[in-house]
């Protein structure tokens, strides 16, 4: 509330304090944000090392957030030894709960085989879950796939439909499957209108 001015006036001295408060009494969700406040060092002084134990704290008690975060932690080796596997376990429990951001990393990992081994239709099952979410890397990198035959059957219209969808995320008007409802329905008559 203090730190985004909900209902009182913006006060960033107050709310880490406040936010503490609340992680040491075993909050997830500000552990989560306490966490980041230091990762980033905003109204505290930046420090890795906490960011990743407050990470931690709300990781094993199953926030998403945080399982992200301290996914990237073990990433790019931030107050924690660098450990791919580990990311990799981080950001499929994440994954696991719908985090369409961890679920977009998980199949670049599989797609790479980092952390995990390498596992194309397993890495375009998990991007296709961010795409489905929304994700716009993961459409793309979606359509990519299927334009390449990468861990998917090749299919140029699918792939066609992601890379419009990457160009113009308001186009609805491209069905999942491909086919449009008249093609479907048998009332095409093959002219153009």
């Keep these: 509330m203090h730190a985004r001015g909900w209902g009182v006036p913006v006060n960033l001295d107050t709310s880490p304090r406040l936010v503490?408060?609340?992680?040491?009494?075993?909050?997830?969700?500000?552990?989560?944000?306490?966490?980041?406040?230091?990762?980033?060092?905003?109204?505290?002084?930046?420090?890795?090392?906490?960011a990743a134990n407050w990470h931690h704290n709300a990781a094993i008690q199953g926030n998403a957030d945080a399982q992200y975060s301290l996914g990237l932690m073990f990433a790019k080796g931030q107050a924690v030894p660098k450990n791919?596997?580990?990311?990799?376990?981080?950001?499929?429990?994440?994954?696991?709960?719908?985090?369409a951001q961890a679920q977009y990393v998980v199949g670049i990992l599989y797609a790479k085989g980092r952390g995990v081994p390498q596992n194309l239709p397993a890495a375009a099952t998990w991007i296709k879950k961010a795409a489905c979410q929304g994700h716009l890397k993961a459409q793309f990198k979606l359509a990519v796939m299927c334009a390449t035959g990468q861990g998917v059957p090749m299919n140029f219209i699918t792939a066609l439909g992601g890379f419009l969808k990457r160009i113009c995320p308001t186009l609805s008007a491209i069905p999942r499957d491909g086919i449009s409802d008249a093609h479907k329905e048998g009332s095409h008559d093959g002219r153009l209108r």
Excluded: D, E, I, T
Excluded at 84 to 99: K, V
């Design 84 to 99: 791919p596997s580990q990311a990799a376990r981080c950001f499929l429990l994440a994954a696991n709960q719908g985090h």
């Design 20 to 50: 503490s408060k609340s992680a040491a009494q075993g909050l997830a969700v500000a552990q989560q944000a306490l966490g980041l406040l230091y990762a980033k060092g905003q109204s505290v002084p930046k420090n890795l090392a906490k």
